[in-house]
T-cell receptor, first 108, second 114 residues
């Protein structure tokens, strides 16, 4: 069983659509991370959350600690948002656990 | 400077070659990581260095040999690799190896073993 589960695995959207990617985890955590990986490229950290909500441009991340659930929202999606989005959690003094990623394609 | 720099970006090697991957960061981070990532899979942890000492080795075969010469540099020495070792090798760093910490990743070194 994976400690971190993401859904959906694959997502195709039209440009301009509102997108939601979900992440559920089963372990106690000190923080949850949303990461972005473009094809063949490195990984960029988008958000680190331990409670509540964070916003950066068109991206919004929320976390519900009681329900062990987080969502990443993209408003007014654009083809340049096409990437793999990875949810990861870290536990105090321990390593990261990664979800299997959500592959997003935004069509013009 | 919030960059983690990895070289080379691409590497092709034979099974008898010896090569090295290099990683550098100048953020003053004291934890550095090597991850291996196969296509369409999440990164898998290989090694963690904390304050220049090897803290975690995830049962990685000895044909992979990490080295941390100083707090800014991390190397991965490769010898007698197998074709199944072909993957994207990602280096990452964080402020330290405790509590909530943001991971900064490099662009990766794409390794092909022939």
């Amino acid at each position: 069983k994976n400690e971190v589960e993401q859904s959906p695995q694959n997502l195709t959207a039209q440009e301009g659509e509102f997108i939601t990617i979900n992440c559920s985890y089963s372990v106690g955590i000190s923080a949850l991370h949303w990461l972005q990986q473009h094809p063949g490229g490195g990984i960029v950290s988008l958000f680190m959350l331990s409670s509540g909500k964070k916003k950066h441009g068109r991206l919004i991340a929320t976390i519900n600690i009681q329900e062990k659930h987080s969502s990443l929202h993209i408003t007014a999606s654009h083809p340049r948002d096409s990437a793999v989005y990875i949810c990861a959690v870290n536990r105090a003094g321990n390593q990261f656990y990664f979800g299997t990623g959500t592959s997003l394609t935004v069509i013009p | 400077d919030t960059e983690v720099t990895q070289t080379p970006k691409h590497l092709v090697m034979g099974m008898t070659n010896k090569k090295s991957l290099k990683c550098e960061q100048h953020m003053g981070h004291r934890a550095m990581y090597w991850y291996k990532q196969k296509a369409k899979k999440p990164p898998e942890l290989m090694f963690v260095y904390s304050y220049e000492k090897l803290s975690i080795n995830e049962s990685v075969p000895s044909r992979f040999s990490p080295e941390c010469p100083n707090s800014s540099l991390l190397n991965l020495h490769l010898h007698a690799l197998q074709p199944e070792d072909s993957a994207l090798y990602l280096c990452a760093s964080s402020q330290d190896f405790s509590g909530s910490r943001e991971l900064f990743f490099g662009e990766g070194s794409r390794l092909t073993v022939l």
